[in-house]
T-cell receptor, first 110, second 117 residues
Framework: SQQGEEDPQALSIQEGENATMNCSYK?????LQWYRQNSGRGLVHLIL?????REKHSGRLRVTLDTSKKSSSLLITASRAADTASYFC??????????FGTGTRLLVSP | GAVVSQHPSRVICKSGTSVKIECRSL??????MFWYRQFPKQSLMLMAT?????????EQGVEKDKFLINHASLTLSTLTVTSAHPEDSSFYIC?????????????FGPGTRLLVL
């Protein structure tokens, strides 16, 4: 399977703490994207990082990409209860076909 | 902007019947739409890619005669699950990429939960 791996599978933290999720993938990519999914809902696009970029910020989100290690990380700073969701990385290797990682379930407790 | 809708949001049907799911881009024209399925607590798996006016491209292992995809216009794609069986019960999600843009970002619909009894 070409599916990426994410770790941890589940993460439980307190509000105000930072949450870090990691994603590893298997093939060369054009870009890597992170999505959030609330329980039983569709996906919300969070951030896209291209293969020639190493770090990107968007609000409380920070994404890094290491193409030599085929890995990426998503950092959510100062987490809030509303950040509780599943987070997926997805790689775009060709023709916009996204290959999703296994996901990290984040629980932020008040 | 860039809103994708799906209808219905939830459907329950009897085994052997067919179910049609619609995916619409509401405020943009989508050259390409994608159909995914997601089992509980699992990731999304791409089923097929549909381009407006042409046949869909199915991923390996996805039966094209069972999952019929039609992309008749730049704002509408449909997925029909034919002769549905309980193992087809899943969460089906579509996405669309905008015509003419860099097309790197896909916009996802809210999903359709299918339960086959």
């Amino acid at each position: 399977s070409q599916q990426g791996e994410e770790d941890p599978q589940a993460l439980s933290i307190q509000e105000g703490e930072n949450a870090t999720m990691n994603c590893s993938y298997k093939t060369s990519i054009n870009n890597l994207q992170w999505y959030r999914q609330n329980s039983g809902r569709g996906l919300v696009h969070l951030i896209l990082i291209r293969s020639n970029e190493r770090e990107k910020h968007s609000g409380r989100l920070r994404v890094t990409l290491d193409t030599s290690k085929k890995s990426s990380s998503l950092l959510i700073t100062a987490s809030r209860a509303a950040d509780t969701a599943s987070y997926f990385c997805a790689t775009d290797a060709r023709f916009q076909k996204l290959v999703f990682g296994t996901g990290t379930r984040l629980l932020v407790s008040p | 902007g860039a809103v994708v809708s799906q209808h219905p949001s939830r459907v329950i049907c009897k085994s052997g019947t067919s179910v049609k799911i619609e995916c619409r881009s509401l405020d943009f024209q989508a050259t390409t739409m994608f159909w995914y399925r997601q089992f509980p607590k699992q990731s999304l798996m791409l089923m097929a890619t549909s381009n407006e006016g042409s046949k869909a491209t199915y991923e390996q292992g996805v039966e094209k005669d069972k999952f019929l995809i039609n992309h008749a216009s730049l704002t509408l794609s449909t997925l029909t699950v034919t002769s549905a069986h309980p193992e087809d019960s899943s969460f089906y999600i579509c996405s669309a990429s905008e015509q003419g843009a860099l097309r790197e970002t896909q916009y996802f619909g809210p999903g359709t939960r299918l339960l086959v009894l």
